[in-house]
């Protein structure tokens, strides 16, 4: 099985609005949303529909593990229209689903959970082999509830690395979420010369980071030269 996270096309199927999807909660109401499908191909694609928890535990990769992982999972109130559909050539189809949030006293915060997606060919009979399956191809819906005003969280960095092989060398930073909601981040590098003149601007990639949870910035150091003023900010 072979996990793609976060490109947008995947084989033969694509999710044509993101996965990444945002919705904001209200006490005892349902909240209704939707991922658009398309197979891209001239063959059917079949879809299998299915929840897991995300979690990024600092010093730790991103992982999915069973519902109900973590405390702030909303695993429970997610609800998908369907757990399989074959697509069919070019069919561009949209999987409706529900959170249905508890009608009780819920902490102010980012409350997430995943929706996993597996795309393959259908089931063939082989008159030599019996059933046979074509490779299947994972990837990850990230739905995200955000109950009450959002505040923007406190990050902190709580590791710096830097890895050097044969002229590459890569910054790696773990940036922790001390808040209550999820945010996007990412580590900017000002660079200057000897007159504290800006020379240039080194970044990473914008990643999502949970409550609670860390994510790995990476900037790339191999066209900096010595002797070179290096400023962090955000």
Not at 8 to 18: I, P, T
Not at 29 to 47: D, H, P
Not at 93 to 100: E, K, R
Request: aromatic share 8%; with cysteine.
């Amino acid at each position: 099985v072979l996990l793609l996270f976060p490109s947008f096309v995947f084989a033969r199927v694509s999710v044509l609005n993101g996965l990444t999807q945002i919705h904001k909660l209200q006490l005892g109401r349902q909240i209704s949303g939707k991922l658009v499908l398309k197979n891209e191909s001239t063959k059917e694609a079949r879809i299998v529909i299915y929840k897991q928890d995300l979690m990024a535990p600092c010093g730790e990769q991103v992982g999915y593990f069973p519902v109900n992982s973590h405390a702030k999972s909303m695993a429970d109130w997610v609800k998908p229209a369907v757990d399989e559909r074959i697509l069919a050539p070019n069919e561009e189809y949209m999987l409706f689903y529900t959170i249905d949030v508890p009608n009780k006293t819920i902490e102010n915060g980012s409350y997430w959970s995943v929706l996993m997606l597996e795309a393959a060919d259908p089931l063939k009979e082989d008159q030599t082999q019996g059933v046979q399956v074509n490779s299947v191809i994972r990837y990850a819906v990230q739905l995200i509830g955000e109950m009450g005003t959002m505040e923007y969280p406190p990050l902190s960095i709580e590791k710096v690395d830097t890895d050097k092989e044969d002229k590459s060398v890569m910054l790696r930073v773990t940036v922790r979420n001390t808040g209550k909601f999820s945010t996007l981040g990412k580590i900017q590098l000002e660079v200057y010369n000897e007159k504290q003149e800006k020379v240039k601007l080194l970044q990473s990639i914008t990643k999502r980071i949970y409550p609670g949870n860390c994510n790995q910035m990476e900037v790339d150091l191999s066209d900096l030269k010595k002797g070179n003023m290096n400023v962090f900010s955000w």
